[in-house]
């Protein structure tokens, strides 16, 4: 059923009666049903619960029709639909996330240097907050800055309230060398310098797909390493991780729409682009420091 029939019309029949409801289906992509399903998986979360069982687990179906199944169906549709995988869409773009093993509870640690990715998107504006295991080198997402209708100084400002006293490097898009009108002439860059941020960039842009595949690489390597974690509460993030796509016959990354999520992923990439290049011959990397 559409989402809006349960939020518009059944939940809140519930409501005076303080009555509970009950979801059963098999998984059909990463949709609302999902993020039910996902509210049920969090040790926090009051007033939800979540379970999941195969079709041989339910006990209806006798297990050589579950084995000819196998035979017969392409591996997605049976871990959809005999299994109970909530398989991701074709077509997806950060393929090395996985929800069971990307998402983690490590908070902040206020003694740990802050690593932020930027995008300067207007509406809205976006930062992704990362630090680092200086030991082997991985990132852990630990927050999320999203503001629409905003600037670079009111991105600054917000950074600096959340972190008022750590040591802050920023890594934004390589565009913030060009002059705004709408900045009193000003560049993103020198907006930043003049909070005090440490800023690095590349001199051009890296190409979309190295910058994903870089990405991809930090979320999971062929041999299963994962430098690239995030915390439950980075709510965004995880969305935009699971579900952004391609357009479809092409390599671009959808981008527009009532709910893109190209600019909380590219700020990302930009970040992990510039730590772990895919791209070794890339040439040129800024580093400046604020003032």
């Known amino acids: 059923m559409d989402e809006r029939v349960w939020t518009e019309v059944l939940r809140p029949t519930l409501s005076d009666k303080q009555g509970g409801a009950l979801f059963i289906s098999s998984p ?10 996902i509210a049920g998986q969090d040790d926090e979360e009051e007033y939800w619960d979540s379970w999941q069982y195969t079709t041989l687990e339910g006990g ?7 084995e000819a199944a196998r035979r017969n169906l392409d591996t997605r549709t049976f871990e959809q639909e005999y299994e109970a995988r909530f398989v991701t869409y074709t077509g997806l773009v950060y393929y090395g ?3 069971e093993e990307s998402v983690v509870n490590r908070p902040y640690d206020e003694g740990e240097p802050v690593l932020i990715g930027m995008d300067f998107n207007i509406d809205p504006m976006t930062a992704t907050v990362f630090q680092m295991d200086e030991n082997d080198g991985t990132l852990f997402l630990v927050d999320e800055i999203e503001i629409f209708g905003s600037n670079t100084d009111e991105m600054a400002e917000e950074v600096l309230c959340r972190y008022p006293s750590a040591q802050i490097t920023v890594y934004p898009d390589p565009a913030c060398v060009q002059t705004r009108t709408s900045a009193g002439g000003r560049t993103d860059l020198s907006i930043l310098q003049s ?3 440490k800023c690095k960039f590349r001199r051009k842009h890296p190409l979309i797909r190295d910058r994903i595949n870089a990405v991809n690489s930090v979320l999971c390597t062929a041999d299963g390493t994962r430098r690239l974690l995030i915390h439950k509460d980075c709510k965004r993030s995880i969305h935009a991780l699971e579900r952004h796509s391609y357009k479809k016959g092409t390599n671009l990354p959808e981008k527009g729409g009532d709910n893109d999520l190209s600019h909380i992923t590219d700020s990302m990439g930009y970040l992990v682009e510039y730590l772990y290049p895919v791209n070794k011959q890339e040439p040129g990397i800024v580093d400046i420091h604020g003032i």
């Open 28 to 37: 059909s992509g990463r949709n609302w049903f999902y993020d039910l399903w």
């Open 60 to 66: 209806n179906v006798p297990p050589e029709e579950v």
């Open 97 to 99: 996330f996985d929800y």
């Open 195 to 197: 909070y005090g941020f």
